[in-house]
C-alpha cells in the first residue's frame, strides 16, 4: 500500500480528510440508533426480573463504554502529543473530552434512572457509580485544564500529563464490580461472551455502534474547528474558500 | 398493545423515556453547539483577515 499515513499528521490535510469523512459516520449512526431503538424495544422480550426498566441498558451500557474508550483514546492522543510533540494529537485529544464528558454524564444519568425503581434509590456510593462520577470529573478537569493556560501548546501539555495520569481510573471502572461488593450487577458483556437474548444483544451492539460512529463523526466535526482557531496564522488556512468572505 | 400501553412501560415509563430522552436532547445541543462553533470560527477568520486588509 503506496499510502503516505503521515500525510495525514498535518492539520491542514486531515481538516480536508476530517470534513469528507463526517458524513460517511454520522448517518450510518443515525440509522444504527433506529435500528437498534427499534429492536431494543419491539422485538427485544420483556425481562424475567426487571420487567420493561431494563430497557434503559440499551443505551445506559453503550454510553458507559463509550465513556471509558473515549477517555483511554484521548490519553494516547494527549501521550501521543507529549511524547512527539505532533500538534494534530493534542487537538484531537482536545476535539475527544468534551463528546467523553457527556457519554460519561448519559452513563451517570440512565444508570440514576435506572437505580430509582430497582435499588430505590437514584444514587449510592458504590465502586461502580463513584468510579465513574471520578472519571466526570476527569474529562471536566482536563477541559478546564486546558482553558485555563493561555498557551495552547502549554495546555497541551499540562492537560496531557492529567489526563494519562487519571487513565488510571478507566480499569478501576471496568473491575470495580469484580473487586469490590457492589450493589452494581456485574458486566453483561464479556469478554468469554453473554448471557442476553439474542435480539437484546441485537440492540445493545447497533447502539454501541451507533454511539461509535456519533463520536467519530461529533469528534471529526469538532477538531476541524480547533484546527481552524490554532493555524489561523498560517498560508493555508488564509487560502481556505470557506473563510473568504 | 395500544401506543398508551407502550409508553406508559408498565410503570416504568419515566424511568425509560427519562433515559433515552436525555440522551437524544444531549446529542442534539452537542451536534448543535459543534455547528454553532464552527460558524464562529469561520467568521473570526473572516474578521482577522478584513482587519489585516485595513492596515
Known amino acids: 500500500m503506496a499510502i503516505n499515513w503521515f500525510k495525514y499528521s498535518a492539520p491542514a490535510t486531515f481538516y480536508e480528510l476530517a470534513g469528507k469523512l463526517v458524513p460517511w459516520f454520522a448517518w450510518p449512526s443515525a440509522l444504527l440508533f433506529a435500528i437498534g431503538v427499534y429492536i431494543g424495544f419491539f422485538v427485544a422480550p420483556t425481562d424475567a426480573v426487571q420487567g420493561e426498566a431494563y430497557r434503559i441498558i440499551f443505551i445506559h451500557v453503550p454510553s458507559s463504554i463509550l465513556s471509558m474508550f473515549l477517555y483511554l483514546i484521548m490519553a494516547g492522543y494527549a501521550a501521543l502529543g507529549l511524547i512527539f510533540n505532533t500538534r494534530l494529537s493534542s487537538m484531537m485529544a482536545s476535539a475527544l473530552a468534551p463528546t467523553g464528558a457527556l457519554f460519561a454524564f448519559i452513563s451517570l444519568w440512565t444508570g440514576a434512572l435506572w437505580g430509582k425503581p430497582m435499588w430505590g434509590a437514584w444514587w449510592v456510593w458504590d465502586a461502580r457509580l463513584t468510579s465513574e462520577l471520578i472519571l466526570l470529573f476527569l474529562y471536566l478537569g482536563f477541559i478546564a485544564l486546558h482553558a485555563s493556560i493561555d498557551d495552547p501548546r502549554r495546555a497541551d501539555r499540562a492537560s496531557a500529563l492529567l489526563a494519562i495520569v487519571g487513565s488510571v481510573n478507566v480499569p478501576i471502572i471496568y473491575f470495580s464490580v469484580k473487586w469490590w461488593n457492589t450493589l452494581h450487577q456485574g458486566s453483561t458483556v464479556k469478554f468469554t461472551g453473554t448471557s442476553m437474548h439474542v435480539a437484546m444483544q441485537q440492540a445493545m451492539f447497533s447502539v454501541l455502534a451507533a454511539c461509535w460512529l456519533y463520536a467519530i463523526a461529533v469528534t471529526l466535526a469538532r477538531v476541524r474547528s480547533i484546527i481552524l482557531e490554532r493555524e489561523r496564522n498560517t498560508q493555508w488556512v488564509a487560502e481556505l474558500p470557506e473563510a473568504r468572505s | ?55
Not at chain 2, 433515559?19 to 464552527?38: C, N, P, T
Open chain 2, 1 to 55: 398493545m395500544n401506543w398508551s400501553e407502550f409508553f406508559a412501560m408498565k410503570g416504568y415509563g419515566f424511568y425509560v423515556w427519562g433515559s433515552y430522552g436525555m440522551a437524544l436532547l444531549i446529542f442534539i445541543i452537542e451536534i448543535a453547539l459543534v455547528r454553532h462553533k464552527r460558524t464562529i470560527t469561520l467568521q473570526e477568520l473572516r474578521m482577522l483577515r478584513d482587519a489585516e486588509k485595513e492596515e
